[in-house]
T-cell receptor, first 116, second 111 residues
Framework: EPEVTQTPSHQVTQMGQEVILRCVPI?????FYWYRQILGQKVEFLVS????????KSEIFDDQFSVERPDGSNFTLKIRSTKLEDSAMYFC??????????????FGDGTRLSIL | GDSVTQMEGPVTLSEEAFLTINCTYT??????LFWYVQYPGEGLQLLLK?????DKGSNKGFEATYRKETTSFHLEKGSVQVSDSAVYFC??????????FGSGTRLSIRP
């Protein structure tokens, strides 16, 4: 079964540094998402992306965050200047065309981001 | 706004016990409802879903029924196994495409 793949599985970065998290969604999917899960807390929506633009973003997704689909397969999340509170597990998700209710989002295994 | 509330864990049961994890939601319109499971060290996997009132989602012996009158989507399993130990997330998708998750319930099954 096709999978969403994320790299790296664990990223350790110094505070203030830029970090790029990478995702390869399922190949025929068109809708892409990033979520994050701070340790011990709920999974929170960050941003959705369709047709090469952001469709929706949460309050968390401020100017320090950006997303990009640089080619036909990758979908990246960039944090420009990381803060301690950015430490979390970041999940990428995707789904195909069709009514949302019938198109469940498929999640990757996540990237654990640790800011020192 | 839309939200999901689920019972706090951890929940600890013996193998073959009956499981219920309560979930209620608040949403405008007619959301789709989901249960996701996160096994230790892994990502989120869709366990089951229901897209309209009175639908029953089922998978791997787990079931949940979309109850509009009580705005609930409780997860049940008749006989749990040690391999069911995981964190379970109730979630909804409303008018927008994003998923809104509950806080998660950690389930531990004793042999």
């Amino acid at each position: 079964e096709p999978e969403v793949t994320q790299t790296p599985s664990h990223q350790v970065t110094q505070m203030g540094q830029e970090v790029i998290l990478r995702c390869v969604p399922i190949s025929n999917h068109l809708y892409f998402y990033w979520y994050r899960q701070i340790l011990g807390q709920k999974v929170e929506f960050l941003v959705s992306f369709y047709n090469n633009e952001i469709s929706e973003k949460s309050e968390i997704f401020d100017d320090q965050f950006s997303v990009e689909r640089p080619d036909g397969s990758n979908f990246t999340l960039k944090i420009r200047s990381t803060k301690l509170e950015d430490s979390a597990m970041y999940f990428c998700a995707s789904h195909g065309e069709g009514a949302w209710g019938n198109q469940p989002q498929h999640f990757g295994d996540g990237t654990r981001l640790s800011i020192l | 706004g839309d939200s999901v509330t689920q019972m706090e864990g951890p929940v600890t049961l013996s193998e073959e016990a009956f499981l219920t994890i309560n979930c209620t939601y608040t949403a405008t319109g007619y959301p789709s409802l989901f249960w996701y499971v996160q096994y230790p060290g892994e990502g989120l996997q869709l366990l089951l879903k229901a897209t309209k009132a009175d639908d029953k989602g089922s998978n791997k012996g787990f079931e949940a029924t979309y109850r509009k009158e009580t705005t609930s989507f409780h997860l049940e399993k008749g006989s749990v196994q040690v391999s069911d130990s995981a964190v379970y997330f109730c979630a909804l998708r409303g008018g927008a495409s994003k998923i809104i998750f509950g806080s998660g319930t950690r389930l531990s099954i004793r042999p």
